[in-house]
């Protein structure tokens, strides 16, 4: 168990809709990245949020897009969702000035 | 940016054999190198990771080597076990001042290892 949770566990949505995921950080981190993973490939990055604000995002169009909260929680959101936007989705939180990052457990997000 | 090639996709190796899976990397700047288990239907669990400045890293059965000059890195299991089976994943960073870009990881491809009884 690595303390963060995300939600919900698995979603189906269709083509052009919206999504939000939501994930909460482990105790005491202060940072959250989100990763897509399609399936039989690596996460891949799609940003960072460090108080409240982001910092730093992979090669992602802007209709991705998200918010860190006070309590460091944080929400990814997808406009206008695409098929290849299926993927399992997953947050991982962090202490800045600290290497290790550690993930939840992924939102299974399919788009029909 | 960064790229991280993984070597093999698949490895299937007996109870008790050794295991060891390869990475290479792009960006010299890297100087973070961590080490993900994941299991079916889970998010990636951290299992080992070293730093630029440790050439070996070694925890129970599971170790990890780096060679900076080469930009590749190792994971080593021991003794496996069936219990080992997983996908395993390398991944790489580049540390910033704030050292929030820990968070900021590019993966490799993965391994899918099978370890038989």
């Known amino acids: 168990e690595t303390g963060v949770t995300q939600s919900p566990t698995h979603l189906i949505k269709t083509r052009g809709q919206q999504v939000t995921l939501r994930c909460s950080s482990q105790?005491?981190?202060?940072?959250v990245s989100w990763y897509q993973q399609a399936l039989g490939q690596g996460p891949q990055f799609i940003f960072q949020?460090?108080?409240?604000?982001?910092?730093g995002r992979g090669n992602f169009p802007p209709r991705f897009s998200g918010l860190q909260f006070p309590n460091y929680s944080s929400e990814l959101n997808v406009n206008a969702l695409e098929l290849d936007d299926s993927a399992l989705y997953l947050c991982?939180?962090?202490?800045?000035?600290?290497?290790?990052?550690?993930f939840g457990q992924g939102t299974r997000l399919t788009v029909v | 940016g960064e790229n991280v090639e993984q070597h093999p996709s698949t490895l299937s190796v007996q109870e008790g054999d050794s295991a060891v899976i390869k990475c290479t990397y792009s960006?010299?700047?890297?100087?973070?190198f961590p080490w993900y288990k994941q299991e079916l239907g889970k998010g990636p669990q951290l299992i080992i990771d070293?730093?630029?400045?440790?050439g070996e890293k070694k925890d129970q059965r599971i170790a990890v080597t780096l060679n900076k000059t080469a930009k590749h890195f190792s994971l080593h299991i021991t003794e496996t076990q069936p219990e080992d089976s997983a996908v395993y994943f390398c991944?790489?960073?580049?540390?910033?001042?704030?050292?929030?870009?820990?968070?900021?990881?590019?993966f490799g491809q993965g391994t899918i290892l099978t370890v038989h009884p």
């Open positions: 991982a939180s962090s202490f800045a000035g600290n290497t290790e990052a550690f």
């Open positions: 949020y460090y108080r409240e604000e982001e910092n």
């Open positions: 991944a790489a960073s580049t540390s910033n001042a704030g050292g929030t870009s820990y968070g900021k990881l590019t």
């Open positions: 105790s005491g981190h202060n940072t």
């Open positions: 070293i730093r630029s400045n440790v």
């Open positions: 960006d010299s700047a890297s100087n973070y």
